[in-house]
């Protein structure tokens, strides 16, 4: 089943630690009925900032540099739980390995960890 993370709009003033406990809250749920794959939103960790007149330099603070980073590490963490039983960081390593190669198209739990790596890099 694939559940479509449905959430209301983050605010410019809205912290980032905030809204990733929001999104967690949301693959909590999803997670609980059952869900093996949740679609979130393009703009599920920060605001569409262009609304506002800013600088440069002001809109650099919306752009993640890394992924998962120290913000978003729970979000990624929370999910390789879910569907691998293991951390973020232990799914990443073996992705870059090569380990998931010959079954990510058979596993489902593997192609949605898949398209969170490649959403985040």
């Known amino acids: 089943m694939v559940a479509a993370a449905q959430m209301g709009p983050i605010q410019r003033a809205d912290d980032r630690d905030d809204v990733v406990e929001?999104?967690?809250?949301?693959?909590h749920d999803a997670h609980a009925q059952g869900a093996q794959l949740v679609?979130?939103?393009?703009?599920?960790?920060?605001?569409f900032f262009p609304r506002w007149h800013m600088s440069h330099g002001e809109a650099e603070g919306f752009y993640e540099r890394e992924m998962p980073n120290r913000h978003t590490k729970p979000l990624?963490?929370?999910a390789a739980r879910y569907y691998l039983n293991m951390s973020?960081?232990?799914v990443l390593r073996?992705?870059?390995?090569?380990?998931?190669?010959a079954e990510i198209d058979e596993r489902p739990e593997?192609?949605?960890m898949k398209m969170l790596i490649l959403f985040g890099r």
């Open 22 to 27: 929001r999104l967690i809250r949301l693959l």
């Open 39 to 47: 679609a979130f939103p393009e703009l599920a960790l920060t605001t």
């Open 76 to 78: 990624f963490d929370e």
């Open 88 to 90: 973020g960081e232990e």
């Open 94 to 101: 073996r992705y870059d390995a090569g380990e998931f190669e």
């Open 110 to 112: 593997l192609r949605h």
